[in-house]
């Protein structure tokens, strides 16, 4: 899951422990523990708590997945087109060789 990796990276790179970080959205060390190796869940309120003690947009968490579905969607699209432009491509030499015959 994208938002725990990049919270890991948040926490590791301001050195923040993990009791801090456990404060600071209301759950026990233990808690955020479980959260962090995903046997849990966050809530966005955890997130959006973590978000304000490091003054950063939530957003922030979930950015990587936007681009990645932005780009899968733009791949998508491209491959459709190129199915669209092979296909009349395939029709026009088709239409060329039945007038040549």
Do not use: C, P, W
Not at 37 to 58: H, M, N, P, R
Not at 62 to 71: A, H, L, M
């Amino acid at each position: 899951m994208l938002h725990i990796r990049k919270l890991a990276e948040l926490q590791k790179h301001n050195k923040v422990s993990q009791e801090k970080m456990a404060n600071i959205i209301g759950v026990s060390r233990n808690g955020y523990q479980k959260k962090l190796v995903a046997e849990k869940s966050f809530f966005i309120e955890e997130l959006q708590a973590i978000a304000d003690y490091f003054g950063i947009s939530i957003t922030y968490f979930f950015e990587e997945e936007r681009e990645s579905t932005i780009n899968n969607g733009i791949e998508k699209q491209v491959e459709i087109l190129l199915d669209v432009i092979r296909d009349a491509i395939i029709d026009r030499f088709e239409n060329n060789q039945n007038r040549n015959k």
